[in-house]
């Protein structure tokens, strides 16, 4: 099993950066890309569990055709993160199995 990240970003591009926030851990990352990119630059290997049996699921298409790259963002379930351009202090969270819709207020500002 690989404990490194798959992609990088060399140190010295002098790119703009954003910090976002995975489980809690700071990723600091270029502005402009998405989340999903993000998070595999930032060396995360799992995204979500499966509905059934809780298995790992990562990103696949990274086009928004699959739905396996579904993670929380600050605070809103079900977020495609391969459709969501980065922001500074964003909060980020895997998501476990099913989200419970009800009483969920997704707003209708949500980037």
């Not at 402009?32 to 930032?42: F, R, S, Y």
């Not at 696949?60 to 391969?82: H, K, N």
Request: charged share 20%.
């Amino acid at each position: 099993m690989a404990t490194e990240p798959l992609f990088s970003i060399p140190q010295s591009t002098g790119m703009e950066t954003v910090t976002i926030t995975f489980e809690g851990k700071a990723l600091t990352v270029p502005a402009g890309i998405n989340v999903a990119a993000a998070l595999l630059v930032g060396g995360a290997h799992e995204f979500r569990t499966s509905v059934v049996g809780q298995v790992p699921r990562a990103p696949y298409c990274m086009m928004g055709v699959c739905f396996e790259c579904l993670v929380e963002i600050d605070g809103v379930p079900a977020r495609q993160s391969c459709l969501v351009e980065v922001r500074d202090g964003m909060q980020i969270k895997r998501q476990s199995g099913a989200v419970d819709l009800d009483g969920t207020n997704f707003g209708e500002n949500h980037d």
